[in-house]
Each structure stands twice: as C-alpha cells, then as structure tokens.
C-alpha cells in the first residue's frame, strides 16, 4: 500500500529525517540561482523547491557507503534488488518506508520520453498514486514498497529531470538510501552503523570502493536516457 502525505507533516514527525533534508538542501543552496529567480520575479518558486532549507538540523553521527548486487542482466535487476532490499528490511524490522525527494520537485519528470521501460514506470507510478503530477511524500509497507522500488530504478536511471536524490528512509529513522543511475544504493545509516560489511556480505551485496560504473552495458551507455532541454 502506498499512502500520500505532505513534505511538511513528514518533517515534523521525522526530525532525523528531517535533518537529513535539510542537510542536502543546504548543499544545494546556490545564491546565484536564487538571484535569477528573483529577476524573472519567481523567488516564490526557488523557496518552493527548497522547502526545508530553514529548518535546523539535529546533530548526530551518520555513515554512509554505496553497495550494488554484482548482478548484469538488466531485465531481472528490479526483481533481485527487491528481494534483497525485502531481506534487508526482514533483518532490521522494517515495516513502514518514508519517501521524498531532497528537493520539492515532481516525481514525474520527462513524460515526452517514450523509452519503454520509463513509461511503464510512469504510468505504474499513475496507477499507485491516483495522479500524474506530485511532489509531496509517501509511505509505503511492504507491498507498496516491492512496487515503487521497481519504478524508482528506471525513473532515476532513464529521467535526470527528476530529483538527483529521491530518498527512501525506514519509518524508525535509522537508515535511507537513493537509487543512482547505475542501479547502486547510496547508503546513510543514522546515529550508528547497521549495516557492517559482513552483514551486507551474507544479505547478497557488494561493498562498493572506488569509482562507480553502469554493470549493465559494455560502454556506460544508459539506453533511454535523454536530457531535457
């Protein structure tokens, strides 16, 4: 099941979330684009997209790491990586995910592009949310969740128009991780470490060190993803 619900009630709630927002927006915050809104008379717009970025963030320790599956038919990735994040989510009690992406922008992003995969990805995303255009959050259990992870892979591998991090959280707060273009997870553990590299050994993944590169092509050329101008 997945259930509609605001940016700004997830962040009042989920404070470690929260923080976690507000940390990347501040990242992001560039005062020369600020600048360009203002002179096209859209500073009202910037300050929606950046919707967190007064907040105050709440101090503790995080740790991050990237880990990937080793796994090259493009045509069954989605099926394994939801079986391994449902062994994940089994091994620290996860019932409930919170997603939302760093950025107040919709999650439905070049719907001109009409790569296959992409378009199924989008109209599944229609049919779970009732809609064709949104840029709040979600919560998901279980179900919902095998059925977004499936959508948020080709969303971020085919369409950089979307939010470079749409972040997906554990309802606890303890961990989050976003899907990059090549299929990785870019792992932040909250407050302490859950996830030791041995642990991730017997789970199925692969500890990724160094560069990353797309395990499914010969060339890192990513079919379906186009720019939009």
Same mark, same amino acid.
């Given at each position: ?75 069954? %990735?989605?099926? =394994?990586? &939801?079986?391994?994040?449902? /062994?994940?989510?089994?091994?620290? !009690? ?22 296959a995969p ?44 979307v939010s ?17 273009? %090549?299929?990785? =997870?870019? &792992?932040?553990?909250?407050? /302490?470490?859950?996830?030791?590299? !041995? ?15 797309d395990p ?14």
């Amino acid at each position: 099941m997945l259930t509609l619900v605001t940016r700004q009630e997830i962040a009042a709630q989920k404070t470690i979330i929260a923080s976690e927002i507000i940390s990347l927006q501040r990242s992001f915050y560039d005062e020369e684009a600020l600048e360009a809104y203002r002179e096209d008379g859209e500073e009202d717009l910037y300050w929606e997209i950046f919707d967190l970025l007064q907040g105050k963030p709440e101090s503790y320790q995080s740790f991050h790491k990237i880990i990937g599956l080793n796994h090259s038919d493009l045509g069954s %990735y989605t099926q =394994l990586l &939801v079986s391994r994040l449902q /062994q994940l989510a089994d091994h620290l !009690q996860i019932q409930e995910w919170i997603v939302l992406s760093h950025l107040r922008l919709d999650f439905f992003g070049n719907r001109d592009n009409d790569y296959a995969p992409l378009e199924q990805a989008y109209q599944s995303l229609e049919k779970l949310t009732g809609l064709h255009t949104y840029k709040e959050a979600f919560r998901l259990d279980q179900s919902g969740f095998a059925e977004f992870i499936p959508i948020l892979f080709w969303i971020q591998r085919c369409d950089p128009s979307v939010s470079d991090y749409i972040c997906v959280f554990d309802e606890q707060q303890r961990i989050s991780f976003f899907i990059c273009k %090549y299929g990785n =997870l870019h &792992v932040t553990e909250m407050g /302490q470490e859950y996830l030791s590299p !041995q642990l991730l050994q017997e789970l199925g993944w692969t500890l990724i060190e160094g560069p990353e590169s797309d395990p499914f092509t010969d060339d890192g050329a990513i079919a379906g993803r186009v720019i939009r101008f």
